[in-house]
């Protein structure tokens, strides 16, 4: 949806200057100085809990002020040009970065901890170690997430923007999240960079080279754009004989697609996500496999009483701090490919 504007100019103090595009009667009204809740009718489109401070802010907030506010967790709803937000985005990714920076003089990261987290000393026990710093990543990861999740758009009916320079997203938007009839709402600018970012993949697709075609992903699963574990299941020698298999967190039902394709006449697909098991099935159907694919929801392992002659499955990574064998991190390349290549024999 367009709307006209003035350009905004640029002063040398990096603050911009132009129209404040007047979002409507409800978001008017926040015209204040200090935080304050947002208003009981303004529905919150986010699956992230409700902030409960808001500030209305235009394009003459500074890069460090709203830093300075998302520090402090106050929630920022944007009223000014829309590709301004962008870029305030960025730079406030930046800061964070520059925050959560390396220490200096440090070795090199272990690879198969990840660049940008503390390298493992060679006294230290490779597992401990490897798991405090995949436990310190996902934490910083999850504060970077919230931080960068407090600057907050003004959604009206139909999922439009009522701001300057604002994409159409309606079809992405009534997509990922279902219709939007009410009048105010309010998202997370980086959750909706998320939205439009599924949508792509969900049109275009992932091609999956072992299966000569493309798999589409949903909104909030996990797209398979790494091919370690694919190529492993691809690949690795199955047990034989191999008539029944679970495949534990399908997501888009690509590791089962593989097996069906490998053979396996009976795989029993789980999920606890409603969003992946209808992403799985349309991409089960599409593959034309709904024959030898089944999905289960609810639990892990399928509630049926029947045993399985191989179990893969590919968790991304656990968000505690590991406590058991089954909490070790699975991120690293080589975590990731054992996941995948697990087999399991029924009394084994």
Known sequence: MSHSYNAPTTNE????????HDTGQVHAHWRVSTPTALPPEVHWLSESPRPKRVLVVDDTLSADDAFRLASAGTAM???????NARQLLQALARRLDKRCGKPPNRTPPNPQVGAGNTAIAPSEPPDQVSSDAFHRYRMGQAQKARTLGLLLLPIEAGYVIPLRRAPDVTEACTQALGPFAKAHGALPLRELQGVIGAYEWRRKGVMIEALGTHVHPHYGVFAPVRSEYLDLVANARLPEPCHTAFDLGTGTGVLAALLAKRGVECIIATDSSARALTCAQENIVRLHLAKRVTLAGSELFPSAPVSADL????PRGFPVKPDRCSSKPSMTRRAACCAA????????
Do not use: T
């Open 13 to 20: 103090g990096g603050r911009h200057h132009g129209d404040v």
């Open 77 to 83: 709803l944007w009223q000014g040009d829309f590709q």
């Open 311 to 314: 179990i893969v499955c590919n």
């Open 341 to 348: 290549s697990s087999v399991a024999r029924p009394n084994a």
